[in-house]
């Protein structure tokens, strides 16, 4: 059980915008620390998304965001492409675990 | 080029132990903290471990704590995870990982490849 909860599986077709939640609770992302997304296609490496909550490394594109309110935050993905389809994970810190934690991933499937 | 390949890793039976090596290229290993995070199959993304650049800060999960050790050689460019008491459950793919920030702040802006552990008699 991930002290971070996203749902298991969303999806939608090309063009399309989706958006992935990430809950937790007042010890992680209601306690006010950073929550970062990313990207992982099975048997390749994680990529970032989107740290701080909102900020876009360079070469990310646009289409990607973040937000976060509260105890949760999303990532939207607007004009959905073939090549989104991946897994998706947010990470935060929690201070009742000393230490960082991941959501239990989403994965995303483009129609 | 940032660059951070895995090695060390294979088949090692229950309470058994194995050494992790992550080689770093093309960036200064000093100026940054690093993590181990692991995935199991089937299973998501779980962070293991923190080390700060200088190797005087680190950190662990309740799940290894006690059993594994992480440390850095500098002046090799090199990240290590020491893992003891091996379980079937520490079966995972595990992945060096460069820190930006704290410990409390950290994202991860580049990860290796990933590198299979199999804990099975």
């Known amino acids: 059980q991930s002290v971070l909860t996203q749902p298991p599986s969303v999806s939608g077709a090309p063009g399309q915008r989706v958006t992935i939640s990430c809950t937790g609770s007042?010890?992680?992302?209601?306690?006010?620390?950073?929550v970062h997304w990313y990207q992982h296609l099975p048997g390749t490496a994680p990529k970032l998304l989107i740290y701080?909550?909102?900020y876009r490394p360079s070469g990310v594109p646009d289409r990607f965001s973040g937000s976060k309110s509260g105890t949760s935050a999303s990532l939207a993905i607007t004009g959905l492409q073939a090549e989104d389809e991946a897994d998706y994970y947010c990470?935060?810190?929690?201070?009742?675990?000393?230490?960082?934690?991941f959501g239990g991933g989403t994965k995303l499937t483009v129609l | 080029e940032v660059q951070l390949v895995e090695s060390g890793g294979g088949l090692v039976q229950p309470g058994g132990s194995l050494r992790l090596s992550c080689a770093a290229s093309g960036f200064t290993l000093s100026t940054y903290s690093m993590n181990w995070v692991r995935q199991a199959p089937g299973k998501g993304l779980e962070w293991i471990s923190y080390?700060?650049?200088?190797?005087?800060?680190?950190y662990y999960a309740d799940s290894v704590k006690g059993r594994f050790t992480i440390s850095r050689d500098n002046a090799k460019s090199s990240l290590f995870l020491q893992m003891d008491s091996l379980r079937a459950e520490d079966t995972a793919f595990y992945f060096c990982?460069?820190?930006?920030?704290?410990?409390?702040?950290?994202?991860?802006?580049?990860w290796g490849p990933g590198i299979l552990v199999t804990v099975s008699s």
């Open positions: 990470q935060s810190y929690d201070s009742s675990l000393s230490g960082s934690v």
């Open positions: 080390i700060s650049g200088s190797g005087d800060i680190i």
């Open positions: 701080a909550n909102t």
């Open positions: 990982a460069r820190v930006r920030g704290t410990m409390v702040t950290q994202e991860i802006d580049y």
């Open positions: 007042s010890s992680n992302i209601g306690a006010g620390y950073d």
